[in-house]
């Protein structure tokens, strides 16, 4: 699914209409989160390596086997800490997580270079993973940036009638076509084409608000959009 990252006060709601579907389905032993690197500390696709993340809810263990495989299966990848070690849209979503499913463990990919041609290979290697894993794939993005709530809206819309169509190629052509801000569209990407590849032919949109219907001020405004992809 995809899940935006803001601050809890401002996103979370819209969050917690995935994390809800989250937890009437079947419980995964392995959650791949995938998020966009907005500080550019680090390499261009990073796996936390291995050990544990720490949230004022518990500790959540790292899947190491599965960070290796990914690792060995392309060259795509690195293992190191220090691309993760400022960034918080992987770790947004943890609470989240251990809230509804409890005992699970981690994969974080966080992705500096999120062409196309890089979202790809994620892809392609992360869809190796859930054919061999009981593995859920979240995505991690907010959409368009401080522009009025009816541009954004208007951009955001688009933007999620491509990913919802599955179309990765439309999704990059929208973006560049319409300056769309979303800062995890590589991480966006990636969830589609695993979709498509585990056989869904579609997205759902769960909800989509902005930072807008929260504050009051609809003049620069941030969207968010909860999307899941089930097969």
């Known amino acids: 699914m995809v899940s935006p ?8 709601p819209v969050a917690c209409h995935g994390y809800l579907l989250l937890s009437q389905a079947p419980r995964p032993s392995t959650v791949v989160v995938v998020g966009p690197n ?14 544990s993340w720490v949230t004022p809810v518990g500790e959540v263990e790292v899947d190491r086997d599965a960070a290796y495989y990914l690792a060995r299966t392309s060259d ?44 790809l290979e994620v892809a392609k290697a992360l869809a190796e993973l859930v054919r061999q894993k ?36 439309q ?8 300056r769309i801000t979303a ?22 949109l769960l909800k989509y608000a902005s930072s807008g219907d929260i504050t009051g001020d609809r003049g620069a405004v941030v969207g968010y959009a909860s999307v899941s992809f089930q097969v």
């Open 171 to 178: 999704l990059y052509n929208t973006i560049s076509r319409r």
């Open 38 to 51: 907005h500080q550019g500390v680090g390499s261009e696709v990073s796996i936390y390596p291995e050990g």
């Open 134 to 169: 009981n593995v859920t794939v979240i995505s991690s993005s907010d959409l368009t940036h401080y522009e009025p709530a009816s541009a954004a809206s208007q951009k955001d819309q688009e933007l999620l009638s491509r990913v919802m169509a599955l179309d990765v190629d």
């Open 76 to 119: 795509v990848f690195s293992l190191d800490e220090a691309s993760h070690r400022y960034e918080h849209s992987i770790e947004v979503q943890l609470p989240f997580l251990q809230y509804v499913l409890g005992s699970f463990k981690l994969v974080a990919v966080s992705m500096l270079d999120q062409s196309k041609k890089t979202s």
């Open 5 to 12: 990252h803001a601050g809890y006060v401002y996103s979370g």
């Open 183 to 204: 800062c995890g569209y590589g991480p966006v990407a990636c969830s589609m084409v695993v979709a498509k590849e585990m056989g869904a032919v579609e997205g759902r």
